[in-house]
């Protein structure tokens, strides 16, 4: 139901940078997982692919392909358009709304 393949909820896709921003608003998390980020402050922490040359300089991380920190590996707008573009595909699948009828007669009581 979490990845929105079985009919029954809404489809959910989440964005990394999103929950780290709302659920690690300090970067605790970032700078202990990820040192070469320590030095990168919090209003930029999130999404450190941004920073420009200028910022990588003064915060000591290089962002580039072969650099400390890498380039993304996904376009994080386009992925996502993309998966819900899949997953609404998915839920119009005859077996798709089968499952649901059936998870829908085993999980919700008749009134």
């Avoid at 929950?19 to 690690?24: G, S």
């Avoid at 970067?27 to 941004?50: D, M, N, Q, S, T």
């Amino acid at each position: 139901m979490q990845a929105g393949v079985t009919g029954t909820n809404t489809i959910r896709i989440y964005n990394p940078s999103k929950q780290a921003q709302e659920h690690d608003p300090e970067g605790a998390f970032i700078r202990r997982w990820l040192p070469e980020l320590r030095g990168v402050p919090v209003p930029l922490l999130f999404e450190p692919w941004k920073l420009t040359p200028m910022e990588q300089q003064l915060y000591g991380v290089t962002v580039a392909a072969d650099g400390e920190y890498p380039l993304p590996v996904v376009e994080l707008e386009q992925a996502a358009r993309e998966a819900r573009e899949r997953l609404w595909g998915w839920r119009k699948r005859a077996e798709v709304k089968k499952e649901n009828s059936r998870i829908l007669a085993r999980h919700v009581r008749p009134e």
